[in-house]
């Protein structure tokens, strides 16, 4: 998912439009925006896409100076508009309204503990319990001293934090503030910006860009941030040694123009496909990026090697991401509705085909065979990341493990089912190697060693 929240600007709905917009990549099921005027909130969700299913009419229904806006791309909880997000409750602090993204690992322990105590939840997703927390205990740490400001709000936002567990990058707005928070672990990333007088918040820093917007700094693994009209507060509420960043948002998930986790997209994403270059001997004539996920990476594999880089696949602009799809047979017909050989570049040519990921199997089959049919004489598959090898826990829809390719088949398998001359993947040292500290990283899916363990099954569907 991808959040977005602004504080301290007139028509703050608009920049939220227009803040979630550059965000729409990190999901494409739902939208949502959320606007204080500090007298009252007011929501707007509708399933689609930004452009598409936010009308003029709906904006209008939105005015005030605070917004937070959520695009969804479910990892737990029922597909559709009932979960869509900014999840929206009354509470003891009055109205709270609330975007995250990430997941929650123990859903269904807090699920129970809150019905003991009389606290409903009226949705299926895992972002419910950071709300309905609000209403429970209050919790306050010894290392913290709180601004007069916070002592009736913070008690309880620290007491939700304190018992939820997993991946949260959070935004929660009440009528008159916002209070940001990431997990200790930092999964998910979360930045903040300036505008003018403006307070910005983002999952990904091309979202101030379009605004206009100065990156300022990161929102810290651990840390709550509060602003309202008193200023801006700042409290490390955990603070541990071991972060988990996500290397999947370096992989595949994040734009490559953003920065997040102190780092590039684009810089780490082509350290990739250089590192898969150094571990490759083939011999070819050209390398062909699968479009857009493997272009980054095939720049830095072309230029390592010396093989010039062509578009041997052209992608159609209309067509949204397609493993995004919920089903199979759409991914399927989105794959072919999305990208064409092109002939002119391929015809006769030993081609290296790089893509940043093999999930399922299923995209690369089609593209390795559409490349031959297009004339290619040989095609060889590299993948700028390691096998995956294990579901995400931490907001990252990768399928059951039973879905994956590569725990169904060998290496040689998984070459001969995609129709492939050879196949090779970035090994997780050089995976590794490419972020700044890796030890500071999640790479889950690619090793099998989870940072936090895993306690339900968060209503997952798929
Ligand atoms: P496969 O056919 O192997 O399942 O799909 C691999 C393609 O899906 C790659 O081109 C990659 O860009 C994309 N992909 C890999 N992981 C994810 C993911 O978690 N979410 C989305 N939306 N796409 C992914
Ligand atoms: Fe990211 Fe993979 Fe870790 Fe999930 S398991 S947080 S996708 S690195
Ligand atoms: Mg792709």
């Known amino acids: ?93 009055g109205p709270v309204a609330l975007v995250h993204n990430g997941n929650l690992v123990n859903y269904n322990t807090l699920k129970a503990q809150l019905q003991e105590k009389g606290i409903n939840l009226y949705h299926t997703s895992d972002s419910e319990l950071l709300l309905a927390l609000l209403d429970a205990e209050e919790y306050v740490p010894e290392h913290i001293r709180l601004h007069p400001e916070d002592t009736t709000l913070l008690p309880k936002v620290f007491y939700a934090l304190s018992k939820v567990k997993g991946a949260y990058s959070v935004i929660y707005m009440f009528k008159d503030r916002l209070v940001v928070a990431r997990d200790a672990f930092g999964f998910r990333p979360l930045l903040v910006g300036r ?33 309202d009209k008193k200023g801006i ?127 399922r199997g299923t995209t690369s089959k089609k593209i390795v065979s559409m490349l031959r049919r297009a004339g290619a004489k040989e095609v060889h598959l590299r993948i700028a990341s390691p096998p995956v090898v294990g579901p995400c826990y931490y907001g990252i829809d990768t399928p059951t493990k039973e879905e994956l390719i590569a725990n169904r088949f060998t290496k040689e398998e998984i070459q001969k089912f995609i129709g492939a001359d050879s196949l090779k993947y970035l090994s997780l040292e050089g995976l590794r190697g490419c972020v700044k500290d890796a030890n500071e990283f999640c790479d889950a899916c690619f090793s099998g060693v989870y940072p936090v363990a895993y306690e339900d099954t968060a209503l997952r569907i798929r």
């Open 1 to 93: 998912c991808g959040i977005f929240g602004i504080f301290n600007v007139e028509q703050a709905q608009k920049y939220a439009f227009y803040g979630i917009y550059a965000l729409q990549h990190r999901g494409q099921e739902s939208v949502g925006i959320a606007v204080s005027d500090y007298e009252k909130i007011n929501v707007v969700k509708k399933t689609g896409l930004v452009l598409e299913s936010i009308s003029p009419k709906d904006m209008e229904t939105l005015n005030g100076n605070i917004a937070i806006a959520h695009v969804r791309y479910s990892t737990a909880g029922d597909l559709g508009s009932a979960n869509a997000q900014p999840l929206l409750r009354k509470t003891s602090l």
């Open 195 to 227: 505008l003018k007088n403006a307070l910005l918040f983002a999952s990904e820093s091309c979202s101030f860009d379009i605004l206009g917007a100065q990156l300022w700094r990161e929102v810290k693994p651990g840390e709550v941030i509060v602003v």
């Open 233 to 359: 507060r700042s409290y490390q509420l955990f603070q541990q040694e071991k972060k988990a960043m996500c290397i999947f948002e370096f992989v595949y998930f994040s734009k490559p123009e953003s920065y997040l986790f102190g780092d590039w997209v684009y810089k780490v994403r082509k350290a990739m496909g250089i590192a898969l270059a150094k571990e490759d001997d083939i011999i070819a004539d050209i390398v062909v990026p699968v479009p857009d996920s493997g272009l980054v990476p095939a720049i830095g594999y072309s230029q390592q090697k010396g093989i010039p880089l062509e578009l041997g696949i052209i992608r159609n602009h209309y067509v949204g991401r397609s493993f995004i799809e919920p089903t199979q047979e759409l991914r399927d017909i989105k794959v072919l509705m999305k990208l064409n050989p092109n002939r002119a570049v391929l015809e006769g040519k030993r081609v290296v085909v790089i893509d940043d990921s093999l999930v």
